[in-house]
């Protein structure tokens, strides 16, 4: 079965750089959401879409903005990047309604490292 | 906002026993507890869930349990394997957004 496509998969960059995540949901999925986990820690909730609108915000810098678009895939921008903000970004999609559909299927991160 | 303690922080069994990890939570109108495990560099994998409207879930070794008056539930794991060796984070949702615990380092003893 289809699963949640990120890229890149490893991404280094400098400080005050900027990096773009991609998602890819699986298939007939209407939600995204991206979690950002340091090391030794749990994933935090940054920011979800549903159908292309923005629909739960988290604990996003001002300095990262997303957005989803007509096919689903979704983008995380980073602007002036912090040593702070090396991490493992996630990637996750579900559907809507009760039961199954909500269930959220993670994707297999992009590790960003900034030096 | 919600807010979810998990407890033990890290549990070392030996292989064949059970292992269980507790959770609470804080807000009542929650109605979605999901459990993944990660492996190191890994993505989370849900491996059982729960809802409000169900006490128990069972899947092969795997049970969960939920107390919705006290606000906690709970994952069994039994007849551990050393495969089972992994992080597992519970999480609590009332709409959208996942609220995770601070995960339990599981170690299985060979």
């Known amino acids: 079965a289809a699963g949640v496509i990120q890229s890149p998969r490893h991404l280094i960059k400098e400080k005050r750089e900027t990096a773009t995540l991609k998602c890819y949901p699986i298939?007939?999925?209407?939600?995204v959401y991206w979690y950002q986990q340091g090391p030794g820690q749990d994933p935090q909730f940054l920011i979800s879409?549903?159908?292309?609108?923005?629909?739960d915000k988290g604990s996003i810098p001002d300095r990262f903005s997303a957005q989803q678009f007509s096919d689903y895939h979704s983008e995380l921008n980073m602007s002036s990047l912090e040593l702070g903000d090396s991490a493992l970004y996630f990637c996750?999609?579900?559907?809507?309604?009760?039961?199954?559909?909500?269930?959220?299927?993670f994707g297999p991160g992009t590790r960003l490292l900034v030096l | 906002g919600e807010n979810v303690e998990q407890h033990p922080s890290t549990l070392s069994v030996q292989e064949g026993d059970s292992a269980v990890i507790k959770c609470t939570y804080s807000?009542?109108?929650?109605?979605?507890f999901p459990w993944y495990k990660q492996e190191l560099g890994k993505r989370p994998q849900l491996i059982i869930d729960?809802?409000?409207?169900?006490g128990e879930k069972k899947d092969q070794r795997i049970a969960v349990t939920l107390n919705k008056t006290a606000k906690h539930f709970s994952l069994h794991i039994t007849e551990t394997q050393p495969e089972d060796s992994a992080v597992y984070f519970c999480?609590?949702?009332?709409?959208?957004?996942?609220?995770f615990g601070k995960g339990t380092r599981l170690s299985v003893i060979a």
């Open positions: 729960i809802r409000s409207n169900v």
């Open positions: 298939p007939r999925h209407d939600t």
């Open positions: 807000d009542s109108a929650s109605n979605y």
């Open positions: 879409f549903y159908e292309k609108m923005q629909s």
């Open positions: 996750a999609s579900s559907g809507t309604g009760q039961g199954e559909e909500e269930t959220q299927y």
């Open positions: 999480a609590a949702r009332i709409n959208t957004p996942l609220v």
